[in-house]
């Protein structure tokens, strides 16, 4: 199985700051990879898809690069309705898994 | 509007059954990939299975491998899991997402839909 390595787990961060959250797989998975952002209580929405491409209606703070075993979500202005946790997701090989998450707190 | 309605949780017993059902809207069903994708209480998300447009190809977790069963109905435009021998680790939110299609954003997982609970306790 293809393992999916999220870093940090949590931060905490002020409005207007810069965010990044890293992925890093254990083996290549080209860049079938996407970014989920979930707040409490409500399903998870896709931000990023195929590793760096911007789901339709996100905002353009929110950017992804990488490819290979190496990814990144960037934000690039922290804003109040950001704080929510983050999820890459490798969809390489079976079985398709998720890195365990990135919570965004209020600093 | 593109929709994913799920049904069916409840609370059920250690080794009982239950039948997830996910109804879809807005969207030509039959032209994706579909899938099921769970969350326990606290915890991050998992992906459970998958199934291809005609059926002919799915895909699991190794954990439900032999419990659980997706499917799908192409002319009710739905998708179901039917799980068996359930355990208290199968305790999850399910969601059904969309995953992948025609078009150029159609990636896993796009929409998904609000999550159904299974509760596995006695």
């Known amino acids: 199985d293809i393992q999916m390595t999220q870093s940090p787990s949590s931060l905490s961060a002020s409005v207007g700051a810069r965010v990044t959250i890293t992925c890093r797989a254990s083996?290549?998975?080209?860049?079938?990879l996407g970014w989920y952002q979930q707040k409490p209580g409500k399903a998870p929405k896709r931000l990023i898809y195929?590793?760096?491409s911007l789901q339709s209606g996100v905002p353009s703070r929110f950017s992804g690069s990488g490819s290979g075993t190496e990814f990144t979500l960037t934000i690039s202005s922290l804003q109040p309705e950001d704080f929510a946790t983050y999820y890459c997701?490798?969809?390489?090989?079976?079985?398709?898994?998720f890195g365990q998450g990135t919570k965004v707190e209020i600093k | 509007e593109v929709q994913l309605v799920e049904s069916g949780g409840g609370l059920v017993q250690p080794g009982g059954s239950l039948r997830l059902s996910c109804g879809a809207s807005?969207?030509?069903?039959?032209?994706?990939?579909m899938n099921w994708v769970r969350q326990a209480p606290g915890e991050g998300l998992e992906w459970v299975a998958n199934i291809k447009q005609d059926g002919t190809e799915k895909y699991y977790m190794d954990s439900v491998k032999g419990r659980f069963t997706i499917s799908r109905d192409n002319a009710k435009n739905s998708l179901y899991l039917q799980m068996n021998s359930l355990r208290a680790e199968d305790t999850a939110v399910y969601y059904c997402?969309?995953?992948?299609?025609?078009?150029?954003?159609?990636?896993?997982?796009?929409?998904w839909g609000q999550g159904t609970l299974v509760t596995v306790s006695s």
């Open positions: 083996q290549g998975i080209r860049d079938d």
């Open positions: 997402a969309r995953g992948y299609g025609p078009g150029s954003q159609s990636f896993p997982f796009f929409p």
């Open positions: 997701l490798q969809h390489n090989s079976y079985p398709w898994t």
């Open positions: 807005g969207f030509t069903f039959s032209s994706y990939w």
């Open positions: 195929a590793a760096s």
